[in-house]
């Protein structure tokens, strides 16, 4: 009897202390875990125990601060980082309100949030059709392209409400490493049958024109193209079948 009253003691026992790591682990992500950064964004999806911001990060209802339910359109603060799973996931998500800066000493404040490249014209871009941005604040050697997933650091005047975009880059983007070129249509193309590129924005070695087969090393950025969620914006050839 003793020997099972143990046992069972020894069982909670871990169980407490697992718990309370993870809780430990948990606090030490909040407070500036490797990967993590607060964005601002607004709730496009709400389920019944998850939801959405800028219909690309997903958070759960438990990560949700203070006594607030949650409805499409919210403006809210997230600390996001990336997730196997889900891509982009908050690990914590806070409700706001139109007086939340009200407080606040500075006459403007600045930002992050995720958009993407809804139009391009000569010298300058715009962010989901509301957020306008010149090309001197775009990170180097990126050329932004309309359906690009983007990072936004922007100011807002409290006085106006105005946005002014203070830096811009890619949300993600990754290196490919000898993939094929699987199809070309004049100036567009696709490689390993998942990234699409056009030769309007594609840096290339001098005196390189891409073919169907050939191999190449790519740098590619998170873009809504067709069916397709890459965009190469960079290219070398590896190989020439």
């Known amino acids: 009897m003793l020997r099972f009253i143990s046992r069972a003691l020894a069982f909670f026992r871990r169980r407490v202390d697992s718990s309370k ?37 997903y958070f759960s209802s438990d990560v949700v601060t203070g006594d607030v339910s949650l409805k499409v359109g919210q403006e809210v603060s997230a600390i996001v980082g990336e997730d196997k799973t ?15 800066h009200g407080n606040r000493p500075s006459d403007s404040y ?17 962010i989901d059709h509301t957020t306008y941005f010149s090309l001197d604040v775009i990170c180097e050697g990126f050329e932004p392209y309309q359906g690009d997933r983007v990072e936004v650091e922007f100011c807002t005047q409290l006085d106006t409400l105005s946005r002014k975009a203070l830096s811009v880059k890619p949300l993600r983007h990754k290196h490919v ?14 490689i390993d049958d998942s990234i699409f ?27 809504i193209q067709s069916c397709y969620i890459w965009r190469a914006i960079s290219m070398t050839l590896v190989k020439r079948w």
Not at 111 to 119: D, E, L
Not at 197 to 216: A, M, Q
């Open 21 to 57: 790591a993870e809780k430990e682990q948990h606090m030490r992500l909040l407070e500036g875990g490797t990967g993590l950064k607060t964005v601002q964004g607004v709730v496009t999806k709400i389920c019944s125990d998850y939801g959405l911001i800028d219909e690309l990060i």
């Open 86 to 100: 889900y891509g982009l996931k908050a690990i914590k998500v806070d409700a706001l309100c139109d007086s939340c």
């Open 110 to 126: 600045a930002r992050v949030s995720f958009g993407s490249i809804s139009s391009v014209v000569e010298g300058a871009n715009y």
């Open 177 to 190: 490493h000898e993939v094929f070129i699987t199809s070309l249509h004049g100036r567009n193309g696709v």
């Open 197 to 223: 590129f056009t030769l309007e924005s594609l840096k290339l070695p001098d005196g390189y024109t891409p073919r169907i087969s050939d191999v190449v090393n790519a740098v590619v950025v998170e873009s």
